[in-house]
C-alpha cells in the first residue's frame, strides 16, 4: 500500500520561495503518476501539477505554470514541488496525491493522499 508524506510547508512572504516535498512508500513505479493540489479556505481542491512515471509534468491552464515546477527523484521516491514569486492567494493547504496512469486534473481520480502540509504566504 501506498502512503505520502508531505513536507516543507510554512510561512513565507509575498515574492518568496517554497520547496515542497512528497515522500512515497510502499509500490510505487513507473505507472504512478504522482500530483500537487492545494485547497484554500472554503474553496475546493484544486489541481496544481502532475508528473507521470516517465517524467512527463502537466500543468493546469493558469498562472502557476511559469511559478510552480513539479520534479521527480526516482530514486528517493520523492516528488518535488518547488514554488517561486509566491502571493498571498497562494496560501493553501497544498496536498499530493497519486494514482495509475496519468495525470489528470480531477481529484477524485487519485487513489493516494497525503495528510496535506499549509503554505502561508504574507503581503
Known amino acids: 500500500q501506498v502512503q505520502l508524506v508531505e513536507s516543507g510547508g510554512g510561512l513565507v512572504q509575498a515574492g518568496g520561495s517554497l520547496r515542497l516535498s512528497c515522500a512515497a512508500s510502499?509500490?510505487?513505479?513507473?505507472?504512478?503518476?504522482m500530483a500537487w493540489f492545494r485547497q484554500p479556505p472554503g474553496k475546493e481542491r484544486e489541481f496544481m501539477a502532475g508528473i507521470s512515471g516517465s517524467g512527463v509534468a502537466s500543468y493546469p491552464k493558469d498562472s502557476v505554470k511559469g511559478r510552480f515546477t513539479i520534479s521527480r527523484d526516482g530514486a528517493k521516491n520523492t516528488v518535488y514541488l518547488q514554488m517561486n514569486s509566491l502571493k498571498p492567494e497562494d496560501t493553501a493547504v497544498y496536498y499530493c496525491?497519486?494514482?495509475?496512469?496519468?495525470?489528470?486534473?480531477?481529484?477524485?481520480?487519485?487513489?493516494?493522499w497525503g495528510q496535506g502540509t499549509q503554505v502561508t504566504v504574507s503581503s
Open positions: 496525491a497519486a494514482r495509475f496512469g496519468g495525470p489528470v486534473s480531477g481529484y477524485v481520480l487519485y487513489d493516494v
Open positions: 510502499g509500490r510505487t513505479g513507473s505507472r504512478y503518476t
